[in-house]
């Protein structure tokens, strides 16, 4: 497994919970880095996307100001601190490694993707 997602769990609405996406297949890093999700019944959607640099990040409207992506490239780790949990954020949570330096919100420049961690919001 070269990318694995982990932190989810159970928290109640309001709260928060910090994911983190390891990269287990490389010594180096320049490809952005994004987080997706998929809630029961939905389709996979964006969330948040940072550039390999990690000085350009893209939010998906319903997180800005709740999430922050963040990268730490000497340790291969990718987080997503998540704040002001709601009901709908709810999904399981991948995160997903770009063929591409810079972030984007599009799943098809994405090119591997790590197994999805579950995030379940209590109301």
């Known amino acids: 497994v070269q990318l694995q997602a982990f932190g989810g769990g159970l928290v109640q609405a309001g709260g928060s919970l910090r994911l983190s996406c390891a990269d287990s297949?490389?010594?180096?890093?320049?490809?952005?880095v994004g987080w997706f999700r998929q809630a029961p019944g939905k389709e996979r959607e964006f969330v948040s996307a940072i550039s390999w640099r990690g000085g350009s990040t893209l939010y998906t409207d319903s997180v800005k100001g709740r999430f922050t992506i963040s990268r730490d490239n000497a340790k291969n780790m990718v987080y997503l601190q998540m704040t002001s949990l709601k009901p709908e954020d709810t999904a399981v949570y991948y995160c997903?490694?770009?063929?591409?330096?810079?972030?984007?919100?599009?799943?098809?420049?994405?090119?591997?993707w790590g197994q999805g961690t579950l995030v379940t919001v209590s109301s």
């Open positions: 997903a490694r770009s063929r591409f330096s810079y972030g984007s919100s599009r799943q098809g420049d994405f090119n591997l």
């Open positions: 297949g490389r010594t180096s890093s320049n490809n952005a």
